[in-house]
């Protein structure tokens, strides 16, 4: 644990000195549902329509993320964070632009049983035999209009 928040740390500094504290963060958020779904992030207000099989990129660094259903029915997943100290980081996708602007991914997918899945980099599927990070999957909490 102690090993993990070192190294997010000195990649945090690394990357404030490369980007001039500029760092873009992203959700990768994936459609495991079979229906077509929107995704709208409460702290940016950024809402996304992800066919289903299709992945979205979805800037976001740490808020609540709600799922809405075809049907209207919403679905709230609280405390999703790209950054996360206690998170490992061979989860995360770390890019770089053109003229050195970082981004990081964290690929996450939904699946039917509105559970969130954290997926490793080039994934598409949950891979069984790999542990979850702590506080995955999270379960979504479905919303009263």
Not at 8 to 27: D, E, H, K, M, R
Not at 51 to 66: E, M, N, T, Y
Not at 97 to 104: A, E, N, Q
Request: hydrophobic share 35%; aromatic share 8%; net charge positive.
């Amino acid at each position: 644990m102690k090993r993990n928040q070192i190294s997010l740390a000195i990649a945090s500094l690394v990357l404030l000195f490369q980007t001039g504290c500029y760092t873009n963060l992203y959700v990768n958020f994936g459609n495991g549902t079979g229906q077509k779904i929107g995704v709208r992030d409460v702290q940016t207000g950024q809402e996304v329509q992800i066919a289903p099989g299709k992945f979205r990129k979805v800037s976001h660094d740490q808020a609540d993320l709600i799922v809405t259903m075809p049907d209207k029915t919403h679905y709230q997943f609280t405390g999703v964070k790209v950054m996360d100290p206690a998170m490992d980081q061979k989860y995360y996708v770390h890019n770089s632009g053109l003229l050195g602007t970082w981004h990081i991914d964290l690929n996450v997918l939904l699946q039917t049983n509105m559970n969130l899945y954290v997926l490793l980099p080039g994934k598409k599927t949950v891979d069984e035999s790999i542990s979850q990070p702590a506080g995955y999957p999270k379960t979504g909490e479905k919303m009263s209009n």
